[in-house]
């Protein structure tokens, strides 16, 4: 899949010259386009509309625009299924008035299911890009992750991402900045000099009088987070219990023998290691 901004698809269309998708879909599928403007009236708002069947509109969509048609098998190829367990995609979305499928091999979608599809297509396309040339990550990983958070991200969170996007290509300083954070030895541990004379990650911009781990709070006392200073499955699992920046937690206990040491959380009580509460480098709130 494509990683590149978001728009309309490059090529509409191979081999046949003139005409836009629409009119190919309608003369090279004889499909029936005007009965799904009709149909389409019926389902304004898509009710049913799960994220596995956005899945198959978008790879429709996909399909046409890179091959000029969609077939079921190519759908199943792309979406690693059968053919027999598209079927049932296919009828539902033809229910909805999403696609024209009709019994056909071939698939073809009305104005409203492309409409749909090109929808999830830009969101997947710019979480791939922020993925990949922000967070970069690998490819694979990009496109799994965009997969998967496509189907619920707000329209405020797209128009923040692609301000982002906006930032770095028109602010002088947009794309230095963001090579600084991804060649910081402070936050990347795969990096061995970021070449920016940064003081030390311990010593960084942390003011030392108030700056402890949470390993030095004692019961009873608050911090900010500022830095999660562990790398791999521990810092995993911190992160996916919720200890990121700029959350407040509090020591409520700790054990006699020093460890564990219990913290409240968002409500919650959550024990940690003490060689992961010395990881959590805090800010003393007093």
């Known amino acids: 899949m494509s990683v590149g901004f978001i728009g309309a698809p490059s090529r509409w269309r191979r081999g046949a010259a003139g005409g836009d998708q629409r009119l190919l879909t309608k003369k090279t599928l004889g499909l029936d386009l005007d009965h799904g403007r009709r149909r389409r009236l019926e389902h304004p708002t898509q009710p049913g509309l799960t994220p596995a069947l956005e899945d198959y509109l978008e790879t429709i969509y996909r399909l046409i625009s890179e091959e000029g048609m969609a077939r079921v ?7 690693g ?3 027999g367990s598209v079927t049932p995609a296919m009828k539902r979305l033809d229910q909805m008035g999403l696609i024209i499928y ?10 409203t299911g492309e409409a749909v599809a090109r929808k999830v297509y830009a969101r997947h396309q710019v979480l791939t890009r922020f993925f990949t040339n922000i967070l970069n990550l690998p490819l694979d990983i990009a496109e799994a ?4 958070a496509e189907h619920s991200l707000s329209s405020q969170a797209l128009d923040q991402l692609v301000r982002l996007f906006e930032y770095m290509e ?9 090579g600084r954070f991804l060649a910081c030895s402070a936050v990347h541990p795969d990096i061995s000099d970021c ?25 009873g006392q608050l911090g900010r987070v500022q830095h999660v200073d562990c790398e791999g499955a521990a810092r995993r699992r911190l992160l996916d219990m919720g200890v990121l920046p ?8 700790v054990a006699p023998a020093g460890d564990p040491i219990w913290i409240q959380l968002d409500g919650y009580e959550l024990a940690l290691r003490v060689t992961e509460a010395r990881s959590v480098i ?3 709130q007093i």
Do not use: F, W, Y
Not at 73 to 79: L, N, S, V, Y
Not at 145 to 148: E, I, P
Not at 195 to 217: I, Q
Not at 246 to 253: A, F, I, K, N, P
């Open 246 to 253: 700029d959350t407040q937690l509090t020591v409520s206990r």
């Open 195 to 219: 070449a920016h004379d940064c003081p030390p990650p311990s010593l960084k911009t942390l003011d030392l009088r108030t700056s402890m781990s949470v390993a030095d709070l004692k019961p």
């Open 73 to 79: 098998g190519d759908i199943a190829r792309e979406r």
């Open 282 to 284: 805090v800010e003393l």
């Open 145 to 148: 992750d965009a997969c998967a």
């Open 102 to 111: 009709q019994q056909r091999d071939h698939v073809g979608l009305t104005p």
């Open 81 to 83: 299924v059968r053919p």
């Open 170 to 178: 028109i602010c002088p300083e947009g794309r230095e900045q963001m």
